[in-house]
């Protein structure tokens, strides 16, 4: 069964420094995986997704994630954080069945940058 | 172009009450996704729409109703509000009719009270 484990509910960074967000999937095949952004009292947005090709994948505002299939991983990176980017980050696996395409979402990362 | 929008913003209602939250999308998607936000858990699917004219019962249904009224209008009522359902709603529409590669857009979300 698919299932996501983030494993830092929250995070904090300054700005400048590096950013890690940790994400753990389990799938019994070849997954598609997500990381979707919320920032306070907003809907979720679209930072990446890996979808088989590319192993490192870029998204928007400079974050990029890699797919490592061996340690069934998917973190979420970006080399200098900036205060805008403070915000709960979820990780996604997505599993197709029964004629839609579910998403399975991780419980969340709370990303706090200080200046 | 709006994308997807919701209303209301924000609702309290009491125990026993009845409402509809709304949803509409301009983006001509053919998919469209109810989900509910808790603390600590990720979003979790209530009900799905894979076309015009169909529905499905998600994760978590119970309490819940759904309408797909047209190709841009999907509806999500609570018959008898309990406080059990005091969540942040966000609905979701994807391009297709499913596909584990789909992207789905979200709404700005809905924050319900439940007394």
């Known amino acids: 069964a698919q299932s996501v484990t983030q494993l830092d509910s929250h995070v904090s960074v300054s700005e400048g420094t590096p950013v890690l967000l940790r994400c753990n999937y389990s799938s019994s095949y070849s997954p598609s995986l997500f990381w979707y952004v919320q920032h306070p009292n907003k809907g979720l947005q679209l930072l990446l997704k890996?979808?088989?090709?590319?192993?490192l994948v870029k998204g928007i505002n400079g974050f990029e994630a890699e797919f490592k299939k061996s340690e069934t991983s998917f973190h979420l990176t970006k080399p200098s954080a900036h205060m805008s980017d403070a915000a709960e980050y979820f990780c996604?696996?997505?599993?197709?069945?029964?004629?839609?395409?579910?998403?399975?979402f991780g419980a969340g990362t709370r990303l706090a940058v200080h200046p | 172009n709006a994308g997807v929008t919701q209303t209301p913003k924000f609702q309290v209602l009491k125990t026993g009450q009845s409402m509809t939250l709304q949803c509409a999308q301009d983006?001509?998607?053919?998919?469209m996704y109810w989900y509910r936000q808790d603390p600590g858990m990720g979003l979790r699917l209530i009900y799905y729409s894979a076309s015009e004219g169909t529905t499905d019962k998600g994760e978590v249904p119970n309490g819940y109703n759904v309408s797909r009224l047209n190709k841009r209008e999907f509806s999500l009522r609570l018959e008898s509000a309990a406080p059990s359902q005091t969540s942040v709603y966000f609905c979701?529409?994807?391009?297709?009719?499913?596909?584990?590669?789909?992207?789905?857009?979200f709404g700005p979300g809905t924050r319900l009270t439940v007394l």
């Open positions: 983006m001509n998607h053919n998919s």
């Open positions: 890996y979808t088989s090709a590319a192993t």
């Open positions: 996604v696996v997505t599993l197709f069945s029964g004629g839609y395409n579910k998403l399975i």
């Open positions: 979701a529409s994807a391009p297709l009719a499913g596909g584990s590669t789909d992207t789905q857009y």
